[in-house]
T-cell receptor, first 117, second 115 residues
Framework: AQKITQTQPGMFVQEKEAVTLDCTYD???????LFWYKQPSSGEMIFLIY??????QNATEGRYSLNFQKARKSANLVISASQLGDSAMYFC??????????????FGTGTRLTIIP | DSGVTQTPKHLITATGQRVTLRCSPR?????VYWYQQSLDQGLQFLIQ???????AKGNILERFSAQQFPDLHSELNLSSLELGDSALYFC??????????????FGPGTRLTVL
């Protein structure tokens, strides 16, 4: 079963608009972490934001925020005031914390975001 | 710049050959992870090392092996290469952050092309 699902293969958004990238996850582990990474066309993976399963508040990092809805098992990334430089692939990932010693990340298939000037 | 370095950036080789990919983690990070990104399989975890010891294995083929050295750099060895091994190979490292996130920071990747 897919542990991380990103249902939007591609999105086009006008510059300066806000955008929400969807991510749902599946785990029975009570302790886990959720991450978003950005992969520009140059190929590197850039860490954007983290949300822990026990965190009461949604994570924010500059223009990025994570809309964490635990009961729905969703962890959507919100980018405010999008910029041309936001055009990239975005990956949602999960780390299940009860696999002691195994801290692997499980990734979704990604969403390709294109910002239109 | 994540602080994780990988060499080489690009590697082109022939089927049946063996290659070594190298990774230096961020200063102070004890954990190193290897991931493979391919068009058909997406991003897949291969293996994790912690302070020189293998900690976890993912979908790593028997033809692949890795190690982490006392100076904490790591190498991923790929042998008997096949066309399907062509992919972007990432190394990531993590420490123990004060807030417990253990965020993995990725290197720039090594793009392997097997001809």
């Amino acid at each position: 079963a897919q542990k991380i699902t990103q249902t939007q293969p591609g999105m086009f958004v006008q510059e300066k608009e806000a955008v929400t990238l969807d991510c749902t996850y599946d785990t029975s582990d009570p302790s886990y972490g959720l991450f978003w990474y950005k992969q520009p066309s140059s190929g590197e993976m850039i860490f954007l934001i983290y949300q822990g399963s026990y965190d009461q508040q949604n994570a924010t990092e500059g223009r990025y925020s994570l809309n964490f809805q635990k009961a729905r098992k969703s962890a959507n990334l919100v980018i405010s005031a999008s910029q041309l430089g936001d055009s990239a692939m975005y990956f949602c990932a999960m780390r299940e914390d009860s696999n002691f010693g195994n801290e692997k990340l499980t990734f979704g298939t990604g969403t390709r975001l294109t910002i239109i000037p | 710049d994540s602080g994780v370095t990988q060499t080489p950036k690009h590697l082109i080789t022939a089927t049946g050959q063996r290659v070594t990919l190298r990774c230096s983690p961020r200063s102070g990070d004890l954990s190193v992870y290897w991931y493979q990104q391919s068009l058909d399989q997406g991003l897949q975890f291969l293996i994790q090392y912690y302070n020189g010891e293998e900690r976890a294995k993912g979908n790593i083929l028997e033809r692949f092996s890795a190690q982490q050295f006392p100076d904490l750099h790591s190498e991923l060895n790929l042998s008997s290469l096949e066309l399907g091994d062509s992919a972007l190979y990432f190394c990531a490292s993590s420490g123990v952050a004060g807030d417990g996130t253990d965020t993995q920071y990725f290197g720039p990747g090594t793009r392997l092309t097997v001809l």
